[in-house]
């Protein structure tokens, strides 16, 4: 870090050493192509010349602060004119537009403004209008407005967008049909059950725009069907950037209020755990013998090379051979003589001897007196309470452009920290059981429940050009985050006379990080005037779980009143800790040639565009069961709910031959899991204006996916498919690999026609015809049974799921307003072949394919300046969707194989589909005040969270949750600023819940979290 420190403080000396007056800036043609070779100069001035890259950035010198004469021309384009004037050391951004040859344009003054970047919505707007696809966007500047801390926030206010925690919805299609990449270039999710990335982990300080491409083209990647979005991070600036921002927010729910939460490592702030949750791996695990068998013993007492003289390495205690040994073992130890082998009565005689005298010293041998069966664990099996602190985020980036080895050289680093807590002390948490139960509450519990984060992330993004024609960036950020989930569940109590109350602690510590590494390189051919990008990116990614608890007793019940406590290890599913590690590294590369078919005369987009792609992942999953278990003394008595007191480190010593408690290892097979993922991809396309009005977009795309999963032992063992070894948990099929090996071949086009009016009015129509794919990913075709911490159940893959094929239809409206108002409708249509799904199955959560399934909509999206200080933007989705699912269950053969039988065909909504979808924000701005505020809502519909694949059990849904932000800010000066926001102001309730036959609902869960007020101050050179 130092290092970097130090380096970006040499660019920095240097800049501002070497800095002499400049203008920069981008040129572009109305369509919002970029111009490459036009000449820039300084006409009144000899040696001041430039011309645009293949970017269209120019870059020249101005030798002082007098006005001069600055002209910009290209063969085919009127030559633009215009006077500038920039002090010593001053950069000046300026951007223009080259209209096609009519007349010399003389622009009189000039504007100075900041570079026209991707984070702005002016840029924004113009990139949506000349794009070949249907995209949406959400913008840094919007982001600012809101006051969204991460993407996920942040991207729920495009239209057709709902978010589910972490993960997003678009058109009401679910998580696994979206395709989310980062700069372009995918990144593993490190999650055991999604198919995307959570986007929260993502801060917006670091992020430029969002893109969210709506339609398919042939250089965009197969594999989706709600929407394709690239996550783009900052660009270096023009000049000199700084901004130091701080944030502190307060809930009004649980800052400086107790909340429920574990024992901490001393590093929990940093986003890891210092190894206080995890064991001494280092050490054997030492498990107590309480009941050996008489070989044991025989051994302890040392007579083990005996009977491996003797050929004997064990028998059962049961056995024919057990008197023979036994009878052989007390004539070694002078209990009988030789003669008395055969003779009944002696050696009842003898066993008696030696069960009297001899077990105890072997039974001391084999669990000696003071050995810790602990192993290490921390004694932190319960639930506490501290305060909350306040939550904090602190921002700092610095970026601009300078010379290296006479070069120019772009760069900007970024810092993020943050650390918040949410918490409910008045959560539910309820389960009813089938229809033909008629829907009876098999629980409710109280609960209390709550998330604390601590996260960091960096970025470093340097930009080199060679020369005009070749430039190459690197880009690295680091992401961490340490999330604590803390869950305190008691039965609601009835008020009987008697009654039995559950008690449940859930304690879930995950960090994740991802080390992003990523290289793109561009060039440009002149005499051919080829355009070649290349792209290379890897993701380290690992996901550490040290500690996973679940913990559960009974309290007894009068009149609402606790009377007593009953411990036992084998409440429930049993007393358990786990230990999760999942490594998932990506590799995306991305390689495409771009050729002109047009002279420049013509000023027509005419193209041919072609490339492939090639995607590796690898993943490695382990999960470590260590259950609970009583020993051979007597059962004490819980007295209170101090569970560390109880179960005390002293109750794992052996003491006197009598042990309390001790840990039982239960490292399944199946419980260390490995995949890999390929997919190579082709693809050429034509992008064809026939002339100003009409333009066609396509082309075809080839994928290929090569996927493995199984079981890491099963595979290194070389088990063939339907092995009767492939065992899983009891009472489940075998485990067989996953395999998919399939090409798929995606032909996709695009007709757009564009309107002009005389006042400037751009209009759009788009049409739009796709084929797409979905995939199942590596933990969707692995059979191993996992313990899920959200569901609190076991989930099981399907290694026989198939491909889902998807058809796309889309057609879309657009008008753009020469005062930048815009209005867009869109109606999109889609059909899935296979659709995958999760859901509750016979044995846990599983996923299967549904044969036919679609959705159809609207989406409706409009943005309107009122007045001069007023920005409306709102967009409205409505969905339909419809999946025909047939239910199934299975049995258990004699072979372990599994056999499916069909239940029955239900009709229903797609998973994770909401029915209409509304957000709305609304802007005063003031630059006279430098004062900006902003208003927002978002509202989803009902949609399918969890469904019921047995006949008779309810589906669950997530209801809709109406939450309005406000945000506040004031510019103080020229470099200081002020803000306040405030988050989900109607505090609305997180709430999931059954739907049952009649339609009416009942609650799975529901939690509210607070509102908090946060309060930021910045400092900003720009």
């Known amino acids: 870090m130092l290092r970097i420190g130090f380096f970006l403080g040499c660019l920095f000396t240097a800049g501002l050493t070497f800095a002499q007056g400049t203008v920069r800036g981008k040129v572009v043609d109305p369509s919002g192509e970029v111009v490459i070779g036009a000449k820039v100069m300084l006409t009144d001035t000899s040696g001041f010349i430039g011309k645009t890259d293949m970017d269209g950035n120019y870059s020249i010198k101005v030798p002082d602060a007098k006005p001069h004469a600055f002209r910009i021309t290209l063969l085919g384009y009127d030559t633009l004119k215009t006077t500038i004037s920039v002090a010593n050391n001053q950069v000046l951004v300026e951007d223009f537009i080259l209209k096609e040859r ?58 057709g967008v709902s978010t589910n925690g972490g993960m997003i919805t678009v058109r009401g299609i679910g998580d696994r049909y979206i395709r989310t990449n980062f700069n372009g270039s995918r990144i593993p999710t490190l999650d055991p ?19 969210i491409s709506k339609t398919q083209a042939p250089d965009l990647p197969g594999d989706w069907a709600g929407a394709y979005i690239s996550v783009e991070t900052k660009d270096y600036p023009d000049k000199l950037m700084v901004n130091v921002e701080s944030q502190f927010g307060y809930n009004v729910q649980s800052t400086f209020k107790d909340f429920v939460t574990s024992d901490r490592s001393g590093t929990d702030w940093l986003g890891f755990d210092n190894g206080f949750r995890g064991f001494n791996e280092g050490v054997n695990f030492a498990k107590p013998n309480l009941n050996p068998s008489n070989y044991q013993s025989m051994v302890a007492l040392g007579l083990g090379d005996f009977y491996a003289n003797l050929g004997v390495t064990g028998w059962q205690d049961a056995s024919n051979e057990n008197q023979t040994y036994m009878a052989l073992g007390m004539v070694e130890l002078g209990l009988l003589n030789p003669s008395q082998v055969n003779d009944p009565t002696a050696i009842l005689a003898a066993l008696t001897t030696f ?3 001899l077990r105890p010293q072997a039974w001391a041998q084999i669990n000696p007196n003071g050995t810790s069966y602990n192993n290490g664990f921390s004694n932190s099996w319960n639930t506490t309470t501290r305060k909350a602190p306040i939550n904090f985020t602190q921002n700092f980036s610095i970026g601009n452009q300078t010379t290296f080895l006479g070069k120019p050289l772009g760069y900007i680093f970024g810092f993020r920290y943050g650390n918040s807590v949410r918490f409910d002390p008045n959560g539910i948490s309820q389960r009813i059981g089938p229809e033909q139960l008629g829907y009876g509450v098999l629980f409710t519990d109280d609960a209390l429940v709550s998330r ?19 430039k190459f960036s690197i880009l690295l950020m680091p992401n961490f985050s340490g999330t604590n989930d803390v869950g305190s569940f008691q039965t609601q ?43 290379i990116s890897y993701t380290d990614g690992a996901s550490n779980v040290p500690d996973f608890k679940l ?40 390689l495409s040639f771009e050729l002109p078919l047009a002279s420049d005369s013509l000023k027509l987009i005419r193209k041919l565009k072609f490339g492939g792609a090639y995607q590796n992942s690898d993943r490695n999953s382990k999960m470590e069961e260590y259950f609970l278990m009583a020993g051979n003394a007597s059962p004490s008595t819980l007295q209170n709910e101090d569970l560390n007191l109880f179960l005390d480190t002293n109750q794992m010593l052996m003491q006197d031959g009598v042990l309390g408690y001790y ?36 082309g075809l795309r080839a994928e290929h996916v090569a996927l493995f999963s199984d079981v890491y032992k099963y595979h290194v063992l070389g088990y063939e498919r339907n092995d009767g070894r492939r065992v899983s948990v009891p009472g489940y099929p075998i485990i067989n690999p996953g395999i998919l090996d399939e090409w798929s071949f995606l032909p996709s086009g695009s007709m757009i026609f564009k309107f002009q009016s005389e006042k400037k009015t751009i209009t759009n129509l788009r049409m739009n015809y796709s084929k797409s794919v979905a995939r199942p990913n590596i933990r969707e075709m692995n059979d191993a049974a996992v313990y899920d911490n959200e569901f609190r159940t076991l989930i099981y893959g399907n290694s026989n799921l198939k491909l889902t094929n998807i058809t796309n239809y889309d057609l879309r409206y657009e008008s753009y307003f020469a005062n930048k108002d815009n209005f867009s409708v869109s109606a999109f249509y889609k059909t899935f072949l296979n659709h995958i799904e999760m859901g509750f199955g016979s044995s846990g959560i599983t996923w299967d394919n549904n044969e036919n399934s679609y959705v159809a909509g609207l989406e409706f999206e409009v943005g309107k300046n009122i007045g001069k200080h007023l920005e409306l933007r709102s967009n409205v989705t409505v969905v339909k969707s419809q999946s025909q699912f047939v239910r199934k269950d299975f049995i258990i053969l004699n072979n372990n194989q599994i056999e499916y039988f069909p239940v029955d065909t239900v009709v229903r909504t797609m998973f994770g589909q909401a029915p209409y979808i509304v957000n709305g924000i609304l802007s005063y701005n003031s630059d006279s005040l430098g004062l900006t505020a902003t208003i927002s809502y978002n509202v989803q519909g009902p949609r399918l969270v969890i469904a019921g694949i047995l006949k008779g059990f309810a589906n669950v849904y997530e209801m809709p949750r109406h939450t309005v932000d406000f945000k506040l ?21 997180v709430r999931r819940a059954y739907q049952l036959a009649d339609g009416s609902y009942m609650d799975f869960d529901n939690f509210r979290y607070g509102t908090t007020f946060q309060f930021g101050f910045s400092y900003k050179i720009q």
Do not use: C
């Open 355 to 357: 069960n009297s005298t």
């Open 493 to 535: 109590p009835l008020g009987e006379p008697l009654e039995e109350i559950s008690f449940r602690k859930n304690i879930f510590y995950e960090n994740r990080q991802q080390k992003i590494y990523q290289y793109a390189s561009q060039h440009y051919l002149p005499k051919s005037k080829i355009k070649i990008e290349a792209n």
């Open 452 to 470: 604390e984060i601590n996260s960091w992330s960096m970025l470093l993004n340097l930009a080199y050009k060679i020369n005009d024609n070749n």
């Open 551 to 590: 913990t559960e007793y009974i309290g007894f019940s009068q009149n609402y009143q606790i009377t007593g406590y009953q411990f036992s290890p084998n409440a429930g599913d049993g007393i358990r800790r786990y230990f999760r590690y999942l490594d998932e590294n990506l590799f995306d590369s991305r």
């Open 102 to 159: 009519e007349k010399i344009q003389e622009t009189k003054s000039t504007t100075v403004t900041r570079k026209v970047t991707k984070a702005n919505d002016y840029y924004m707007e113009r990139v949506k209008v000349s794009s070949p696809v249907s995209i949406d966007y959400i913008s840094s500047e919007t982001m600012k407005k809101t006051g969204d801390a991460n993407v996920t926030n942040a991207v729920a206010r495009v239209s």
């Open 193 to 211: 059950l999604t198919n995307n990335i959570k986007l929260d982990i993502f801060p917006t300080a670091l992020i430029d725009n969002i893109i």
């Open 969 to 989: 800010s004031k510019n103080l000066g020229k470099h200081y600023a002020m803000s306040l926001t405030v988050r989900d102001i109607l505090n609305a309730p």
């Open 663 to 698: 840990y039982d290892p239960r490292n399944w097979d199946w419980n260390h899991t490995i995949g890999t993922n390929a997919i190579t991809a082709a693809y050429g396309l034509l992008d064809f204006e026939f002339n100003k009005i009409i333009r066609f977009n396509g």
